[in-house]
């Protein structure tokens, strides 16, 4: 496995950080962020994005992508990671796309993937009912009903569903929470009636709602692949999300990274460069192995995708990638602000914000724990 990009990764890869270093810095995410914008992102620049391609990387040809794969989306994640950039890119073209293609029914992805790759929908994927990661613990109901189902849960940290149009519902069909079986995938337009929401203000400025539904009618249409039987291909659909934020978790962690040792660089205290202290240079090499590591964990479990892995050898990869990819920007951002001083504590430098996104971060698909211990799990450790 060659763990090194080809010319195309490369030149969309250097493409993605002109893009977002010139029009989508740090400073927009702090524009966004203090004009409390409704949206929480810049739809013209979205797209823009669309214009590019973005939308359709990793959708089949067929469907109206470009059929790039998983590598070319996750040098794009990883760009925008670098900046902390704000748009519908990871919760739509990574979440909701993998949703669709995986567990959708050949009419859902004729009618929807498309319209990804235009940017005419957005999707969110409403999964989370308590403060930790755990699908097996789906308490949300989905009853059967003369004309289809009635949702009743409450889903938190649902990401970007201020700005959705629709929802991939992950509810429970049948058995008790806890197990994987009666599992069931639903396709919910937002304004259906029974539907609530309520805008969680992130640390990160991440967009995050809580989503109520009570007694909310959906078709029978509206079930993606087979009633009670949405575990397996929900875990995959998790895997790929877990492995896309890693790669945006790479991105931010050597931005915090390259920031810090040109802060130290630059920084005179006592009289001599910070740079020039032994330990602040152990300590950011430190930094600087880990970051190469995350590089070929990351790599690999793309590379993974593209290469068509699934069930429980692509949950190993993607358990690997977020649990070292945690452990790594925790690292990384600490050590960020520590080295930078009392200005990094202030809310005027920017590296502050890459703090911020790695707590968040960790928490979003599961943390470090959870995925430590399914990968023992998996292992069967």
């Given amino acids: 496995m060659a763990l090194i990009l080809n010319e195309e990764q490369q030149l969309l890869s250097d493409s993605a950080k002109e893009f977002f270093t010139k029009k989508m810095p740090v400073s927009q995410l702090r524009e966004l962020r203090d004009s409390e914008a409704e ?101 949300t109901s989905a009853t059967k009903t003369a004309n289809g189902f009635q949702l009743n849960g409450k889903k938190t940290f649902v990401l970007d569903a201020n700005i959705a149009n629709k929802y991939i519902v992950v509810a429970r069909t049948s058995e008790q929470p806890g197990s994987a079986a009666g599992l069931t995938l639903f396709l919910v337009d937002v304004d259906s009636a029974g539907i609530s929401l309520e805008k969680r203000k992130m640390v990160d400025s991440r967009n995050a709602c809580t989503v109520t539904f009570k007694d909310v009618a959906v078709p029978g249409s509206a079930v993606m692949g087979t009633v009670d039987q949405a575990y397996d291909a929900l875990e ?4 790929i999300g877990q492995i896309g934020l890693s790669a945006e978790m790479l991105g931010s962690m050597q931005e915090a990274f390259e920031r810090t040792v040109e802060y130290i660089k630059t920084r005179v205290q006592f009289d001599v460069h910070l740079g020039s202290f032994q330990v602040l240079q152990h300590r950011a090499a430190q930094m600087y192995t880990e970051i190469e590591l995350c590089k070929s964990v990351v790599m690999t479990a793309l590379t993974a995708l593209d290469d068509g892995e699934t069930g429980n050898a692509l949950a190993q990869h993607a358990s690997l990638a977020k649990a070292k990819l945690t452990e790594a920007f925790n690292l990384v951002s600490s050590e960020a602000i520590q080295m930078h001083g009392g200005i990094g504590m202030t809310d005027e430098e920017e590296i502050g914000f890459f703090l911020k996104r790695a707590r968040v971060a960790e928490h979003t698909l599961g943390d470090i724990r959870y995925h430590q211990n399914r990968f023992g799990e998996l292992l069967e450790i």
């Fill in 39 to 139: 949206k929480g992102y810049s739809e013209p620049l979205w797209e823009e994005m669309i214009a590019l391609g973005w939308g359709g990387i990793a959708i089949s040809e067929e469907c109206g992508g470009l059929g790039f794969g998983y590598q070319g989306l996750g040098v794009v994640l990883e760009e925008s990671g670098r900046t902390l950039a704000a748009s519908p890119l990871f919760s739509t073209c990574v979440l909701g796309a993998s949703a669709i293609a995986l567990a959708g029914s050949e009419q859902q992805k004729t009618e929807l993937l498309p319209l990804i790759v235009t940017g005419d929908l957005l999707l969110a994927l409403a999964l989370e009912e308590s403060a930790t990661h755990g699908p097996k613990r789906t308490r």
């Fill in 236 to 239: 995959d659909i998790l895997s």
